[in-house]
Protein backbone atom coordinates (compact mmCIF):
# COMPACT_ATOMS: atom_id res chain seq x y z
CA UNK A 1 0.00 0.00 0.00
CA UNK A 2 1.45 3.51 -0.75
CA UNK A 3 0.44 6.01 1.85
CA UNK A 4 1.81 8.67 0.16
CA UNK A 5 -0.39 8.27 -2.99
CA UNK A 6 -3.80 7.30 -0.64
CA UNK A 7 -3.05 10.68 0.70
CA UNK A 8 -2.71 12.25 -1.71
CA UNK A 9 -5.51 10.77 -3.41
CA UNK A 10 -7.65 11.88 -0.23
CA UNK A 11 -6.41 16.14 -0.63
CA UNK A 12 -7.43 15.86 -4.33
CA UNK A 13 -11.11 16.25 -2.61
CA UNK A 14 -9.70 19.18 -1.29
CA UNK A 15 -7.67 20.58 1.84
CA UNK A 16 -7.26 18.34 5.13
CA UNK A 17 -5.97 18.46 8.23
CA UNK A 18 -3.67 15.49 9.44
CA UNK A 19 -5.98 13.92 11.94
CA UNK A 20 -8.73 13.78 9.23
CA UNK A 21 -6.58 12.63 6.83
CA UNK A 22 -5.38 9.51 9.11
CA UNK A 23 -9.71 8.86 10.28
CA UNK A 24 -10.09 8.89 6.13
CA UNK A 25 -7.70 6.46 4.94
CA UNK A 26 -8.54 4.27 7.67
CA UNK A 27 -12.39 4.37 6.56
CA UNK A 28 -11.71 4.05 2.89
CA UNK A 29 -9.28 1.27 3.09
CA UNK A 30 -12.14 -0.21 5.18
CA UNK A 31 -10.01 -0.59 8.66
CA UNK A 32 -7.91 -2.95 7.08
CA UNK A 33 -4.90 -0.70 6.79
CA UNK A 34 -4.50 1.15 9.76
CA UNK A 35 -2.15 4.33 10.00
CA UNK A 36 -0.50 6.22 13.03
CA UNK A 37 -0.88 9.66 13.42
CA UNK A 38 3.16 9.77 13.17
CA UNK A 39 2.86 7.82 9.84
CA UNK A 40 0.67 10.52 8.62
CA UNK A 41 2.73 13.85 9.16
CA UNK A 42 6.00 11.95 8.29
CA UNK A 43 4.73 11.07 5.00
CA UNK A 44 3.35 14.46 4.50
CA UNK A 45 6.55 16.28 5.34
CA UNK A 46 8.13 14.15 2.47
CA UNK A 47 5.00 14.88 0.18
CA UNK A 48 5.64 18.62 1.01
CA UNK A 49 9.45 18.27 0.37
CA UNK A 50 8.85 17.37 -2.95
CA UNK A 51 6.35 20.06 -4.02
CA UNK A 52 3.42 16.86 -4.61
CA UNK A 53 1.50 18.64 -1.22
CA UNK A 54 1.98 21.96 0.33
CA UNK A 55 0.57 23.13 4.07
CA UNK A 56 -1.89 26.49 4.63
CA UNK A 57 -1.14 29.16 7.34
CA UNK A 58 2.00 30.19 9.00
CA UNK A 59 4.16 27.28 8.72
CA UNK A 60 3.56 26.09 12.81
CA UNK A 61 3.22 22.07 12.84
CA UNK A 62 0.81 21.01 14.62
CA UNK A 63 -2.70 18.91 14.58
CA UNK A 64 -4.39 22.88 13.37
CA UNK A 65 -2.28 22.86 10.20
CA UNK A 66 -4.27 21.46 7.00
CA UNK A 67 -2.49 20.59 4.01
CA UNK A 68 -3.59 20.77 0.32
CA UNK A 69 -2.29 19.03 -3.24
CA UNK A 70 -0.27 21.01 -5.34
CA UNK A 71 -0.49 20.68 -9.04
CA UNK A 72 2.88 18.28 -9.11
CA UNK A 73 0.74 16.14 -6.76
CA UNK A 74 -2.09 15.92 -8.69
CA UNK A 75 -0.17 14.60 -12.02
CA UNK A 76 2.47 12.53 -9.92
CA UNK A 77 -1.22 10.61 -8.32
CA UNK A 78 -2.57 10.30 -11.88
CA UNK A 79 0.29 8.60 -13.02
CA UNK A 80 0.09 6.52 -10.12
CA UNK A 81 -3.26 5.35 -10.36
CA UNK A 82 -2.97 4.22 -14.19
CA UNK A 83 0.91 2.26 -13.20
CA UNK A 84 0.59 -1.53 -12.72
CA UNK A 85 2.14 -2.69 -10.03
CA UNK A 86 5.64 -5.06 -10.45
CA UNK A 87 3.73 -8.05 -9.79
CA UNK A 88 6.25 -10.15 -12.79
CA UNK A 89 8.46 -11.31 -10.01
CA UNK A 90 6.56 -14.41 -7.97
CA UNK A 91 6.60 -13.60 -4.38
CA UNK A 92 8.24 -15.94 -1.74
CA UNK A 93 5.47 -17.63 -0.36
CA UNK A 94 6.25 -19.59 2.50
CA UNK A 95 2.72 -22.23 2.15
CA UNK A 96 4.59 -23.18 -1.46
CA UNK A 97 7.69 -24.03 0.13
CA UNK A 98 6.45 -26.00 2.98
CA UNK A 99 4.50 -28.17 0.65
CA UNK A 100 7.34 -28.52 -1.49
CA UNK A 101 9.54 -29.49 1.38
CA UNK A 102 6.58 -32.24 2.59
CA UNK A 103 7.18 -33.99 -0.74
CA UNK A 104 10.38 -34.43 -0.01
CA UNK A 105 10.14 -35.17 3.69
CA UNK A 106 10.35 -39.09 4.17
CA UNK A 107 7.23 -40.31 6.68
CA UNK A 108 5.06 -37.25 6.04
CA UNK A 109 2.15 -37.21 4.11
CA UNK A 110 1.47 -34.28 2.13
CA UNK A 111 -2.18 -34.58 1.31
CA UNK A 112 -2.22 -34.66 5.08
CA UNK A 113 -0.21 -31.31 5.21
CA UNK A 114 -2.52 -29.59 2.21
CA UNK A 115 -5.32 -30.68 4.10
CA UNK A 116 -4.25 -28.73 7.37
CA UNK A 117 -3.31 -25.72 5.56
CA UNK A 118 -6.33 -25.89 3.23
CA UNK A 119 -8.59 -26.21 7.02
CA UNK A 120 -6.78 -23.16 8.32
CA UNK A 121 -7.49 -20.87 5.43
CA UNK A 122 -11.19 -22.00 5.05
CA UNK A 123 -11.52 -20.68 8.58
CA UNK A 124 -9.85 -17.61 7.60
CA UNK A 125 -12.12 -16.84 4.74
CA UNK A 126 -14.82 -17.94 6.88
CA UNK A 127 -14.19 -15.09 9.31
CA UNK A 128 -13.75 -12.65 6.65
CA UNK A 129 -16.82 -13.46 4.93
CA UNK A 130 -18.42 -12.95 8.13
CA UNK A 131 -17.02 -9.21 7.85
CA UNK A 132 -18.61 -9.12 4.47
CA UNK A 133 -22.18 -10.01 5.72
CA UNK A 134 -21.94 -7.45 8.71
CA UNK A 135 -20.25 -3.94 8.31
CA UNK A 136 -19.16 -4.49 4.76
CA UNK A 137 -22.96 -4.65 3.43
CA UNK A 138 -23.03 -0.56 4.36
CA UNK A 139 -19.28 0.43 4.14
CA UNK A 140 -18.37 -0.02 -0.19
CA UNK A 141 -14.44 0.43 0.81
CA UNK A 142 -14.71 -2.63 3.28
CA UNK A 143 -16.42 -5.03 1.13
CA UNK A 144 -13.85 -4.28 -1.80
CA UNK A 145 -11.16 -4.34 0.53
CA UNK A 146 -12.46 -7.68 2.22
CA UNK A 147 -13.02 -9.31 -1.62
CA UNK A 148 -9.64 -8.82 -2.39
CA UNK A 149 -8.49 -10.66 0.55
CA UNK A 150 -11.50 -13.57 0.02
CA UNK A 151 -10.00 -13.62 -3.57
CA UNK A 152 -5.84 -14.24 -2.69
CA UNK A 153 -7.08 -16.68 -0.22
CA UNK A 154 -9.65 -18.44 -2.64
CA UNK A 155 -6.27 -18.23 -5.18
CA UNK A 156 -4.09 -20.05 -2.49
CA UNK A 157 -6.99 -23.27 -1.45
CA UNK A 158 -7.20 -23.27 -5.48
CA UNK A 159 -3.29 -23.76 -5.55
CA UNK A 160 -3.53 -26.28 -2.79
CA UNK A 161 -6.42 -28.68 -4.65
CA UNK A 162 -4.47 -28.36 -7.63
CA UNK A 163 -1.35 -29.59 -6.37
CA UNK A 164 -2.96 -32.17 -4.27
CA UNK A 165 -4.90 -33.83 -7.46
CA UNK A 166 -1.15 -33.43 -9.06
CA UNK A 167 0.39 -35.24 -6.52
CA UNK A 168 -2.08 -37.92 -6.37
CA UNK A 169 -1.78 -38.68 -10.31
CA UNK A 170 1.96 -38.45 -9.81
CA UNK A 171 1.87 -40.95 -7.01
CA UNK A 172 -0.66 -43.19 -9.53
CA UNK A 173 1.50 -42.49 -12.85
CA UNK A 174 5.08 -41.84 -12.17
CA UNK A 175 6.07 -38.88 -14.80
CA UNK A 176 8.33 -39.92 -17.44
CA UNK A 177 11.87 -38.83 -17.40
CA UNK A 178 12.19 -34.92 -18.47
CA UNK A 179 13.09 -34.19 -21.95
CA UNK A 180 16.77 -32.82 -22.99
CA UNK A 181 15.18 -29.13 -23.13
CA UNK A 182 13.31 -28.93 -19.98
CA UNK A 183 15.91 -28.18 -17.28
CA UNK A 184 17.40 -25.39 -19.41
CA UNK A 185 13.87 -23.95 -19.46
CA UNK A 186 13.67 -24.41 -15.49
CA UNK A 187 16.54 -22.19 -15.05
CA UNK A 188 15.77 -19.17 -17.69
CA UNK A 189 12.65 -18.92 -15.95
CA UNK A 190 14.09 -19.17 -12.16
CA UNK A 191 17.03 -16.70 -13.36
CA UNK A 192 13.81 -13.75 -14.48
CA UNK B 1 -28.15 -44.93 22.57
CA UNK B 2 -27.38 -41.22 22.34
CA UNK B 3 -28.84 -38.67 24.87
CA UNK B 4 -32.21 -36.55 23.91
CA UNK B 5 -30.58 -33.48 23.40
CA UNK B 6 -31.61 -30.77 20.79
CA UNK B 7 -33.10 -33.00 17.58
CA UNK B 8 -30.89 -32.64 14.71
CA UNK B 9 -32.76 -31.40 11.69
CA UNK B 10 -30.71 -34.15 9.40
CA UNK B 11 -27.89 -37.27 10.56
CA UNK B 12 -26.04 -39.59 9.07
CA UNK B 13 -24.79 -42.48 11.67
CA UNK B 14 -21.88 -44.18 9.63
CA UNK B 15 -23.41 -43.92 6.49
CA UNK B 16 -21.53 -45.61 3.64
CA UNK B 17 -22.65 -46.02 -0.13
CA UNK B 18 -20.88 -48.98 -2.38
CA UNK B 19 -21.86 -49.45 -6.09
CA UNK B 20 -20.68 -52.24 -8.09
CA UNK B 21 -19.12 -51.79 -11.64
CA UNK B 22 -18.97 -55.60 -12.87
CA UNK B 23 -16.92 -57.54 -10.21
CA UNK B 24 -15.08 -54.38 -8.68
CA UNK B 25 -16.82 -52.21 -5.62
CA UNK B 26 -16.59 -48.42 -5.80
CA UNK B 27 -17.05 -46.78 -2.16
CA UNK B 28 -18.80 -43.30 -2.55
CA UNK B 29 -19.15 -42.83 1.03
CA UNK B 30 -17.39 -45.29 3.92
CA UNK B 31 -18.96 -44.32 7.42
CA UNK B 32 -19.63 -40.54 6.99
CA UNK B 33 -21.33 -38.96 10.06
CA UNK B 34 -22.86 -35.84 9.99
CA UNK B 35 -25.66 -33.77 11.86
CA UNK B 36 -26.91 -30.68 10.85
CA UNK B 37 -29.37 -28.53 13.27
CA UNK B 38 -31.84 -26.17 12.92
CA UNK B 39 -30.56 -22.97 11.50
CA UNK B 40 -27.01 -24.14 10.67
CA UNK B 41 -25.20 -24.17 7.34
CA UNK B 42 -22.53 -26.98 6.34
CA UNK B 43 -20.85 -26.57 3.56
CA UNK B 44 -19.02 -29.71 2.15
CA UNK B 45 -16.58 -29.09 0.21
CA UNK B 46 -14.11 -32.24 -1.69
CA UNK B 47 -12.64 -32.60 -5.85
CA UNK B 48 -14.72 -34.13 -8.21
CA UNK B 49 -15.64 -38.07 -6.83
CA UNK B 50 -14.97 -37.26 -3.35
CA UNK B 51 -18.75 -37.98 -3.03
CA UNK B 52 -19.69 -34.92 -2.13
CA UNK B 53 -23.16 -35.47 -4.39
CA UNK B 54 -23.79 -38.76 -3.15
CA UNK B 55 -24.01 -37.49 0.40
CA UNK B 56 -26.81 -35.18 -0.80
CA UNK B 57 -28.59 -37.88 -2.76
CA UNK B 58 -28.68 -39.83 0.31
CA UNK B 59 -29.35 -37.08 2.37
CA UNK B 60 -32.50 -36.20 0.53
CA UNK B 61 -33.98 -39.76 0.71
CA UNK B 62 -33.61 -40.17 -3.28
CA UNK B 63 -30.62 -42.82 -2.70
CA UNK B 64 -30.58 -45.83 0.18
CA UNK B 65 -27.03 -45.99 1.95
CA UNK B 66 -25.50 -49.32 2.16
CA UNK B 67 -24.72 -49.19 5.70
CA UNK B 68 -25.57 -46.65 8.17
CA UNK B 69 -28.75 -44.77 8.94
CA UNK B 70 -29.90 -41.50 7.91
CA UNK B 71 -32.45 -39.42 10.01
CA UNK B 72 -34.48 -36.57 8.95
CA UNK B 73 -36.05 -34.43 11.85
CA UNK B 74 -35.37 -37.59 14.13
CA UNK B 75 -36.89 -40.04 11.95
CA UNK B 76 -35.22 -42.94 10.87
CA UNK B 77 -35.40 -42.77 7.04
CA UNK B 78 -35.04 -46.57 6.49
CA UNK B 79 -37.93 -47.34 8.51
CA UNK B 80 -40.49 -45.11 6.79
CA UNK B 81 -42.90 -46.51 4.06
CA UNK B 82 -42.24 -45.52 0.45
CA UNK B 83 -45.07 -43.06 0.91
CA UNK B 84 -44.53 -41.75 4.12
CA UNK B 85 -40.67 -40.52 2.40
CA UNK B 86 -42.28 -39.12 -0.08
CA UNK B 87 -44.31 -37.01 1.76
CA UNK B 88 -41.05 -36.17 3.88
CA UNK B 89 -39.19 -35.20 0.63
CA UNK B 90 -42.30 -33.18 -0.54
CA UNK B 91 -42.82 -31.08 2.98
CA UNK B 92 -39.59 -31.04 4.69
CA UNK B 93 -36.65 -31.39 2.00
CA UNK B 94 -36.05 -28.47 -0.29
CA UNK B 95 -33.68 -28.97 -3.27
CA UNK B 96 -31.48 -26.27 -5.00
CA UNK B 97 -29.20 -27.59 -8.31
CA UNK B 98 -27.45 -25.91 -10.10
CA UNK B 99 -28.62 -25.46 -13.25
CA UNK B 100 -31.84 -24.31 -11.58
CA UNK B 101 -34.32 -27.28 -12.75
CA UNK B 102 -37.16 -24.46 -13.48
CA UNK B 103 -39.73 -25.54 -15.42
CA UNK B 104 -39.76 -23.28 -18.70
CA UNK B 105 -43.52 -23.59 -19.45
CA UNK B 106 -44.28 -22.16 -15.73
CA UNK B 107 -43.63 -19.15 -14.63
CA UNK B 108 -41.85 -17.86 -11.57
CA UNK B 109 -44.82 -17.91 -9.29
CA UNK B 110 -46.35 -21.10 -10.76
CA UNK B 111 -42.97 -23.05 -10.53
CA UNK B 112 -43.16 -22.00 -6.78
CA UNK B 113 -46.61 -22.72 -6.03
CA UNK B 114 -45.44 -26.09 -7.79
CA UNK B 115 -44.52 -28.21 -4.76
CA UNK B 116 -47.28 -27.29 -3.18
CA UNK B 117 -50.18 -28.26 -5.21
CA UNK B 118 -48.23 -31.81 -6.07
CA UNK B 119 -48.69 -32.07 -2.39
CA UNK B 120 -52.43 -31.07 -2.47
CA UNK B 121 -53.12 -27.63 -1.20
CA UNK B 122 -55.43 -25.70 -2.84
CA UNK B 123 -54.10 -23.73 -6.26
CA UNK B 124 -55.28 -20.45 -4.54
CA UNK B 125 -53.17 -20.64 -1.35
CA UNK B 126 -50.60 -22.43 -3.05
CA UNK B 127 -49.79 -19.36 -5.47
CA UNK B 128 -50.31 -17.20 -2.24
CA UNK B 129 -47.54 -18.68 -0.77
CA UNK B 130 -45.54 -18.53 -3.73
CA UNK B 131 -46.13 -14.97 -4.26
CA UNK B 132 -45.02 -14.82 -0.76
CA UNK B 133 -41.89 -16.59 -1.00
CA UNK B 134 -40.83 -14.74 -4.15
CA UNK B 135 -41.55 -11.48 -2.12
CA UNK B 136 -38.94 -12.68 0.83
CA UNK B 137 -36.10 -12.69 -1.90
CA UNK B 138 -36.63 -9.65 -3.42
CA UNK B 139 -38.81 -10.83 -6.07
CA UNK B 140 -41.83 -9.49 -6.46
CA UNK B 141 -42.18 -7.82 -9.37
CA UNK B 142 -41.35 -11.13 -11.34
CA UNK B 143 -44.04 -13.58 -10.06
CA UNK B 144 -45.39 -13.49 -13.47
CA UNK B 145 -42.48 -13.88 -15.56
CA UNK B 146 -41.54 -17.06 -17.40
CA UNK B 147 -37.74 -18.34 -16.77
CA UNK B 148 -36.30 -17.51 -20.24
CA UNK B 149 -37.87 -14.07 -19.34
CA UNK B 150 -35.46 -13.72 -16.09
CA UNK B 151 -31.22 -13.15 -15.54
CA UNK B 152 -29.74 -16.07 -14.23
CA UNK B 153 -29.21 -14.97 -10.82
CA UNK B 154 -33.11 -13.99 -10.68
CA UNK B 155 -33.96 -17.68 -11.89
CA UNK B 156 -31.55 -19.08 -9.11
CA UNK B 157 -33.83 -16.93 -6.42
CA UNK B 158 -36.98 -17.93 -7.64
CA UNK B 159 -35.38 -21.82 -7.55
CA UNK B 160 -34.30 -21.32 -3.89
CA UNK B 161 -38.06 -19.78 -2.94
CA UNK B 162 -39.65 -23.10 -4.31
CA UNK B 163 -36.83 -24.84 -2.07
CA UNK B 164 -38.21 -22.50 0.65
CA UNK B 165 -42.07 -22.66 0.00
CA UNK B 166 -44.31 -24.17 2.45
CA UNK B 167 -42.02 -24.00 5.57
CA UNK B 168 -39.22 -26.63 4.65
CA UNK B 169 -37.30 -27.56 7.67
CA UNK B 170 -34.10 -28.97 5.30
CA UNK B 171 -32.25 -26.76 2.20
CA UNK B 172 -29.97 -29.62 0.21
CA UNK B 173 -27.92 -27.71 -2.29
CA UNK B 174 -25.66 -28.93 -5.13
CA UNK B 175 -23.48 -26.29 -6.67
CA UNK B 176 -26.30 -23.68 -6.25
CA UNK B 177 -23.84 -21.25 -7.47
CA UNK B 178 -22.23 -22.59 -9.97
CA UNK B 179 -23.52 -21.43 -13.23
CA UNK B 180 -23.12 -17.78 -11.80
CA UNK B 181 -21.12 -14.76 -12.13
CA UNK B 182 -19.25 -13.76 -8.34
CA UNK B 183 -21.55 -11.55 -7.70
CA UNK B 184 -24.67 -13.35 -8.48
CA UNK B 185 -23.11 -16.62 -6.94
CA UNK B 186 -22.53 -14.34 -3.51
CA UNK B 187 -26.41 -13.09 -3.52
CA UNK B 188 -27.48 -16.50 -3.50
CA UNK B 189 -25.25 -17.61 -0.87
CA UNK B 190 -26.09 -15.06 1.09
CA UNK B 191 -29.80 -15.37 0.83
CA UNK B 192 -29.09 -18.91 1.74
CA UNK B 193 -27.67 -17.82 4.85
CA UNK B 194 -30.57 -15.74 5.58
CA UNK B 195 -32.90 -18.91 5.44
CA UNK B 196 -30.45 -20.76 7.64
CA UNK B 197 -30.67 -17.56 10.58
CA UNK B 198 -34.24 -17.56 10.71
CA UNK B 199 -34.54 -21.42 11.51
CA UNK B 200 -33.26 -23.54 8.24
CA UNK B 201 -30.85 -26.53 8.12
CA UNK B 202 -28.77 -26.27 5.12
CA UNK B 203 -26.28 -28.53 3.81
CA UNK B 204 -24.52 -26.75 0.69
CA UNK B 205 -22.16 -29.18 -1.66
CA UNK B 206 -19.30 -26.95 -3.34
CA UNK B 207 -15.55 -27.20 -4.85
CA UNK B 208 -15.23 -23.22 -4.27
CA UNK B 209 -13.69 -22.45 -1.38
CA UNK B 210 -15.46 -18.41 -1.21
CA UNK B 211 -19.11 -19.76 -1.15
CA UNK B 212 -18.24 -22.38 1.50
CA UNK B 213 -17.03 -19.63 3.35
CA UNK B 214 -20.84 -18.80 4.21
CA UNK B 215 -21.22 -21.90 5.65
CA UNK B 216 -21.12 -22.31 9.72
CA UNK B 217 -19.21 -25.33 9.26
CA UNK B 218 -17.03 -26.39 6.06
CA UNK B 219 -16.90 -30.21 6.14
CA UNK B 220 -14.19 -31.79 3.79
CA UNK B 221 -14.61 -34.64 1.76
CA UNK B 222 -12.17 -37.04 0.30
CA UNK B 223 -12.86 -40.36 -1.21
CA UNK B 224 -15.72 -40.85 0.24
CA UNK B 225 -14.26 -39.90 3.85
CA UNK B 226 -14.49 -36.95 6.10
CA UNK B 227 -10.87 -35.37 6.06
CA UNK B 228 -11.95 -32.52 8.72
CA UNK B 229 -13.77 -29.80 9.46
CA UNK B 230 -13.49 -26.38 10.21
CA UNK B 231 -13.97 -25.42 13.89
CA UNK B 232 -16.95 -22.76 15.34
CA UNK B 233 -16.14 -19.43 13.92
CA UNK B 234 -14.49 -16.60 15.68
CA UNK B 235 -15.77 -13.42 14.91
CA UNK B 236 -14.04 -11.22 12.43
CA UNK B 237 -12.45 -8.85 15.10
CA UNK B 238 -9.41 -11.48 15.24
CA UNK B 239 -8.93 -10.78 11.69
CA UNK B 240 -7.86 -7.32 12.47
CA UNK B 241 -5.36 -8.52 15.42
CA UNK B 242 -1.57 -6.58 15.25
CA UNK B 243 0.23 -9.09 12.88
CA UNK B 244 -2.68 -7.48 10.35
CA UNK B 245 -2.30 -4.62 10.90
CA UNK B 246 0.96 -3.42 8.98
Not at chain 1, 4 to 10: G, N, R
Not at chain 1, 27 to 39: C, F, I, K, S, Y
Not at chain 2, 177 to 190: F, I, K
Request: glycine residues 8%; aromatic residues 4%; contains cysteine.
Amino acid sequence: MSVPHALLALLSEGPKFGLQLREEFEARTGEVWPLNVGQVYKTLGRLERDGLAESEGNGDDGPQKRFRITVGGEAELAAWLRTPPDLTAPPRDELVMKVLVAVRVPGVDVHEVIQAHRLYLVELMQQWTRLKDGEARTDLGLALAVDAELFRLDAVTRWLDAADARLRRAAAEPPQSAPAGAPQLRRTVARR
Amino acid sequence: MSEPEAVSVLELRSVSKVYRQGTAEVHALAAVSLSVRAGEMVAVMGPSGSGKSTLLTIAGSLEDPSHGEVLVGGAVLAGLPRAAKARLRRRVIGYVFQDFNLLPGLTAVENVALPLELDGVAVRRARAAGTAALASLGLAGRACRFPDELSGGERQRVAIARALVGDRRLLLADEPSGALDSVNAEEVMQLLHEACQRGVAAVVVTHDAQLASWADRVVFLRDGRVTGQTSPPSGPESLLSPEQRQ
